[in-house]
């Protein structure tokens, strides 16, 4: 006699679809003693979640008995949503436990799927009525596995038993009088009643395996599912970024410093809560629909200079970037193309006019790909936010060539752009060798990027959040490209350009330093890139100079023998400095590239000395250097002259000279003046008694020469 009873499971978690999986098991039992009671207990337990591509869910059947009794005939059935499940008949199998495969007969391990819209059903027999029995033991065992493709582990999220439809089912009684057989659902083992995959509250990407959403080893606590927080972590030692190629649902997002996230075409990323970018995070939405998010931007609050530019469509000035209430401690400024840059005029219009105690028109909301020159003082928060529509799309902005032709434009998009990419497209507007120029607060001077070269940090790519100045030939419609936005601050650069020199300047009196390039290129299309004075008064700068003109990139056409180029050199406050050469290996022909020093009289070999040591001050000659270029090697003397000669001995500092000396100075490593001493002739010995152990300058001035070295005393 057959006996029957229906489970029903059904997903809990609200924001997340129903799904119910109903399963039947149809048992007929006999017993030594028929008019024994015998109670047959049943479970559903190890739901597990079986990587592979697709992936596949796993529970098992397992049953038990109040006394060791026999099976003789058995189905299951199961109902499933068709929204869980991948594919058709052979996603499902049925795989019979050995114990009980061995003796049945007729079982259909590929069951038969009919579709019952919206549900499909699946039927799986044992032989009916077989006379072989099987016994069932006191302790759990297992009858058989059910395994089914998914496409994610969030597909059959939250599945469990349901108890109000056990209420009132718990025995059920025997149609024979002979057989006295009763399944008890009331006093079933239901400890291990959760059934499908657990959605974690939440999780953090870490990309250690692959860039798929669905790998559980990509995630720290498990797939995330609709009700799941989630956070793009991009600083694990092994990082994939994350590519969703699939539709996903998630309740908060969270994409940290590093943390990339692409969503490919045709593909939607569903954020029910709070969508936040922080500073440094990168998004590209290929996908279908738009995206609200928030998007951080940390600027320090010491009145140091940033450009800024919203990733954002729409998003408000205020409060976060100047305060509703007129206040003094900030700036926000934007560029005015149509004034001149002359002396006596100010091409930069601030929030803050410089009297009255209202803000000026214009500054409501941030323009889309417009760039912004903003200081905050103490006080402030470091981290403002943009909010608004996420930056997709192609984006436009009008720039005109009226005045001054700069506009200081902005990066619209919540990732990097590749400037090249928009430079390719815009040259009617921008010429055939665009620029940029970024203003790179730590070094202290408007970085500087043109055709593969890139100065103070500056290279073709542009990161999210991020202002920059371009040069415009024709007023018109530039256009910022979709195809541009590419992930992170890696420099895509094209091969390394040949024949050029790149000269550093840094000091000791402060972190700030300068760049400058001297290139040849026989087929240039054009000068190079004019040279910007620094925003910072105490910043060094550097620069060479050709037909009157300074320049940070000076492009030439070839190395000519003993070619000179002059350099111009300010120091921003007193102090030692060093020049460092770099890219000597770069010339494709044998260059021979000598540093002059004019206020020194000396000559510095780069290809052997890389670095040259100098003490300046801010009222020195900014004429001080020259470069040489040569085919050969040029015939130049030391350093240290053979007329005079700089050094050190413990405590004391020796100087020997065939020339009469007019004056003796001594500086330390920041360019303060310890020690001097005017018309010595001869051997003259220094006592740096008293004075600490460390680098000296000691300059040397004769009627003739000037003569700089450094010593130490210890």
């Known amino acids: 006699m057959l006996y029957s009873k229906q489970i029903n499971f059904k997903k809990m978690n609200k924001q997340i679809k129903f799904l119910s999986l109903l399963l039947f098991i149809v048992i007929s039992a006999f017993t030594v003693d028929t008019f024994a009671q015998v109670t047959l207990y049943f479970r559903y337990s190890d739901p597990v979640i079986v990587a592979g591509n697709p992936l596949k869910f796993q529970y098992k059947v397992q049953i038990k008995a109040s006394a060791t009794s026999n099976l003789t005939a058995w189905t299951v059935r199961s109902n499933f949503s068709t929204t869980a499940f991948v594919g058709t008949q052979s996603s499902i199998s049925l795989v019979l436990d050995p114990a009980f495969s061995s003796v049945s007969t ?56 349901v108890s109000s439809y056990m209420t009132g089912k718990n025995k059920y009684k025997p149609v024979s009088s002979n057989l006295n057989y009763v399944i008890d659902i009331a006093t079933t083992d239901w400890s291990n ?183 905050y003082s103490s006080g402030w928060n470091s981290t403002h936010s943009f909010v608004g529509t996420l930056g997709n799309g192609n984006k436009t902005i009008n720039i005109t060539n009226s005045m001054n032709t700069y506009n200081l434009i902005g990066n619209p998009y919540p990732s990097a752009i590749n400037w090249d990419n928009i430079a390719a497209i815009n040259s009617s507007l921008l010429g055939v060798s665009p620029y940029i120029r970024i203003w790179n607060s730590t070094a202290g001077q408007y970085a500087t990027y043109q055709n593969g070269l890139g100065l103070s940090g500056a290279s073709n790519i542009i990161a999210p959040n991020q202002g920059f100045f371009v040069q415009a030939i024709a007023s018109g419609i530039l256009t910022i490209p979709n195809a541009a936005r590419v992930h992170g601050t890696q420099a895509f650069l094209k091969s390394t350009p040949a024949d050029l020199l790149k000269l550093k300047v840094s000091s000791s009196a402060n972190t700030y330093t300068d760049e400058m390039i001297v290139r040849f290129d026989a087929n240039a299309t054009s000068d190079g890139v004019t040279k910007w004075n620094s925003l910072i008064a105490t910043a060094p700068s550097l620069y060479s100079v050709k037909n009157d003109e300074n320049y940070t990139i000076n492009t030439l056409t070839a190395v000519n023998s003993n070619l000179v180029v002059p350099v111009g050199f300010k120091a921003g406050a007193n102090g030692m400095y060093s020049i460092t050469a770099s890219e000597l290996n770069s010339f494709s022909t044998p260059t021979y590239v000598y540093l002059e020093d004019l206020a020194n009289n000396t000559i510095t070999d780069l290809n052997s000395t890389a670095i040259y040591s100098f003490a300046a001050t801010t009222s020195d000659n900014a004429d001080r250097f020259q470069l040489i270029f040569a085919l050969s090697p040029l015939s130049i003397s030391n350093n240290v002259k053979e007329n005079t000669n700089i050094y050190s001995y413990d405590n004391t500092i020796y100087i020997n000279s065939n020339e009469s000396i007019k004056q003796i100075d001594v500086y330390n490593t920041l360019g303060q003046l310890i020690k001097t001493f005017e018309n010595k002739s001869g051997s003259v010995v220094v006592n740096m008694n008293g004075n600490s152990e460390g680098y000296y300058i000691v300059k040397v001035i004769t009627n003739t020469n000037v003569y700089s070295q450094k010593v130490l005393v210890k």
């Open 106 to 161: 007729g079982f259909n391990p590929n069951p038969a799927v009919a579709g019952v819209a919206p549900l499909k059903n699946f039927t799986s027999s044992g032989a009916t009525g077989a006379l072989i029995g099987v016994s069932v033991s006191t302790t759990w065992v297992t009858l058989l596995t059910v395994s089914m493709d998914v496409a994610s582990p969030c597909d059959v999220a939250g599945l469990s038993f």
């Open 193 to 375: 009643q959760g059934l499908g995959y657990l959605a974690p509250a939440s999780t953090t990407w870490n990309g250690s395996v692959s860039s798929n959403w669905a790998s559980t080893s990509n995630w720290s606590n498990g797939v995330p599912c609709s009700s799941t927080d989630v956070t793009i972590d991009g600083n694990s030692p092994v990082y994939n970024p994350l590519v969703l190629d699939q539709n996903v649902s998630c309740n908060n997002l969270t994409i940290l410093d590093k943390g990339k996230l692409t969503v490919n075409s045709g593909k939607t990323l569903t954020v029910a809560g709070t969508f936040t970018i922080k500073d440094g995070g990168s998004y590209i939405n290929n996908g279908a629909g738009a995206n609200t998010a928030t998007v951080e931007r940390t600027i320090p609050s010491d009145n140091s200079w940033h450009f800024i530019s919203s990733p954002v469509d729409g998003a408000l000035i205020q409060p976060s970037f100047a305060p509703n209430e007129y206040s003094t401690t900030f700036d926000f400024y934007k560029w005015d193309e149509a004034t001149s840059q002359a002396v006596g005029y100010f091409p930069w219009i601030n929030i803050r006019p410089p009297t009255g105690s209202t803000y000026a028109s214009g500054f409501v909301n941030f323009e889309i790909a417009r760039g912004y020159l903003v200081a």
